[in-house]
């Protein structure tokens, strides 16, 4: 299988899953400013949506979005735990990544782009209200849906990293679920292959 991905990108997040679930992934890496592959080809006829991630499987389909990624890629090694395989726990990590996409991920769009400063604001303030939920939830709890690592982790994960470098301060408790994950092997290897630390 191949990850289109750009380092530091939400790409990170199915980059993370990969290495937790021990699956082996080739790595493209994208430039999503020109939208073209290292070789220089288009990027735009591997995805025409024009960002990643992208996960190309050894059929040739194409998984497209990040949330139905990870949960794809959870569920080729169910006994990882990654993805729940049944009952009311698969629901709930569904729902975290549905929050997460829409009420978190989304926000950051004008915060990368070239939004009025207005804009940015707004969209920094509604960050900063939803993690606040986050903060709450994760009250008592290592991970989003208690004690096991899970795909929605790995995408909170990305969007704390991405807060970290538009200095959006992180809650007690979203802090402390940074430094704890961040210091998992799987995700400091993905760091790692992406450039992204040492």
Known sequence: MKLYYSPGACSLSPHIVANEAGI?????????KAHKLEDGSDYYKVNPKGYVPALQLDDGNMLTEGPAIVQYLGDLKPDSGLMPQKGFARYKVAEWLTFINGEIHKNFGPLFGTASDDVKADAKAKIVKRFDYVNGELSGKKFLTGDAFTV????LFVMATWAHHMKIDLPENLRKFFQHVS???AVHKAMQEEGLVK
């Open 24 to 32: 082996p992934l080739e790595l493209v890496k994208v430039d999503l």
């Open 152 to 155: 929605a982790d790995a995408y």
């Open 183 to 185: 210091q998992r092997p």
